[in-house]
DNA sequence: TCTCTCGGACGCTCAATACG
DNA sequence: GTATTGAGCGTCCGAGAGAC
């Protein structure tokens, strides 16, 4: 995408550079505007605001903890199009604009913990992190190479009685695929009624859906002095700016012009994360790889950190260590925790 | 400031269980 | 048979303490 606040507007924006509007941040939600069907995306759940999107890195991950790079990409489509859910909610990273002022964003999810297979014996005793290199990392760090080995797994116990299992029955109809993906904030509203949608690729970890127009269309140009709809076949406009063929005719959008967006890189292999609803003609996530390959856990996984470690208890479903914490964590010699 | 210790949160795996 | 559950067993976060 062209990368800063600069780069927005249609194509016949050019001279707007005098005019200077305010950062987009800056400028008020709008509601979408009229040429853009609300029928045609979900009913905006409060505190939406703004998209921000980040810098990725080098490998292709998008790190939010990294430092700016070329500045705040902003989606570069006129302000008050663009509602999403941030990519990584709750987060302005530092030197980003603020979200916009009275909006809040959704709390971020807790990032998962990546765990490595085996960690060696100098990490498990020490509780550290490792690697699944030998020696790993922190052995070299620390000068203890030699000693890096891997420690020997306990068998599991077998033929342990559990008793019945609770059935918890999958989607019902009319809660189903959205959740997950769901915002928490968005989660809690009952009178939110969400719709089951499939997305056609699942977002990178930790991301959340958002939904706007795609990147490569804006609203189609006021008619011509014929009382024509002008397209991007006409002669004004060059050749690359061709509708895109399964829009219908006239095509409610322009695709933007490649030399002022071209391309959209905050997200990983190049593109936007976008979600199009479905059965909308044109709106193609920009990212939709051809070979469907994408939010895979090469670029998605284990850049996360931050643990928000306060809330004791308050996990999202998670299971209870029923017997450890009261004293009893050495029961079968699980959690084997520094036993000397 | 760095390293070590360690309580305990939480991830991964897979046996037990449920179900068609 | 496959799918799901959920606990065993593991990793490792992060606070606190001690060493330098
Ligand atoms: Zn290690
Ligand atoms: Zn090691």
Redesign the pocket.
Same mark, same amino acid.
């Given at each position: 995408m062209a990368s800063t606040a600069e780069a927005t507007r249609s194509p016949s924006s050019n001279n707007q550079e005098q005019q200077q509007p305010p950062p987009v941040h800056q400028q008020p939600i709008a509601p979408y505007p009229p040429q853009f069907n609300p029928a045609h995306y979900p009913s905006l759940p409060p505190g939406t605001y703004p998209f921000y999107a980040y810098p990725v890195q080098p490998d292709g991950n998008h790190d939010p903890n990294a430092p700016p790079t070329t500045g705040p990409y902003l989606i570069p489509i006129p302000p008050g199009m663009v509602y999403a859910y941030a990519p990584i909610p709750g987060q302005v990273p530092p030197g980003y604009p603020p979200f916009l002022p009275g909006v809040q964003p959704p709390p971020a999810p807790? !990032?998962? +913990?990546? %765990?490595?297979?085996?960690?060696?014996?100098n990490?498990?005793? =020490?509780?550290?992190?490792?690697?699944d290199n030998r020696p790993c990392e +922190?052995c070299c760090?620390?000068g203890?190479a030699d000693s890096c080995i891997?420690?020997? &797994?306990?068998?599991?116990?077998?033929?342990? *009685? +559990?008793?019945?299992? *609770? +059935? *918890?029955?999958?989607n019902t109809p009319g809660e189903a695929s959205f959740s997950g993906m769901t915002p928490p904030a968005q989660e809690n509203q009952a009178e939110q009624q969400v719709q089951p949608i499939s997305y056609p690729l699942p977002p990178p970890e930790g991301y959340y859906p958002y939904y706007y127009p795609h990147p490569g269309f804006v609203p189609a140009p006021p008619p011509n002095s014929d009382g024509q709809q002008t397209n991007g076949e006409s002669a004004s406009a060059p050749p690359s700016n061709a509708p895109h063929p399964s829009l219908p005719h006239p095509p409610p959008f322009f695709p933007l012009h490649p030399a002022v967006y071209p391309s959209y890189p905050p997200y990983p292999h190049g593109g936007a994360v976008a979600y199009a609803p479905p059965g909308m003609p044109g709106f193609v996530p920009a990212s939709a790889s051809p070979n469907g390959e994408q939010g895979d856990d090469a670029n998605s996984?284990g850049k996360k950190? =931050? &643990?928000? &470690?306060e809330?004791? @208890?308050? %996990?999202q479903g998670? *299971?209870?260590?029923? @017997?450890?914490?009261n004293?009893t =964590?050495e029961?079968? @010699? !699980?959690?084997?925790?520094?036993s000397?």
């Open positions: 807790r !990032a998962k +913990r990546k %765990q490595v297979k085996m960690a060696c014996t990490c498990a005793s =020490a509780c550290k992190r490792c690697d +922190r760090k620390y203890i891997d420690g020997v &797994r306990k068998e599991r116990k077998k033929g342990l *009685k +559990r008793g019945p299992y *609770k +059935r *918890k029955s999958k996984k950190r =931050a &643990r928000p &470690r809330e004791n @208890g308050a %996990q998670k *299971k209870t260590r029923a @017997g450890n914490e004293g =964590a029961v079968n @010699g !699980a959690n084997g925790h520094h000397d």
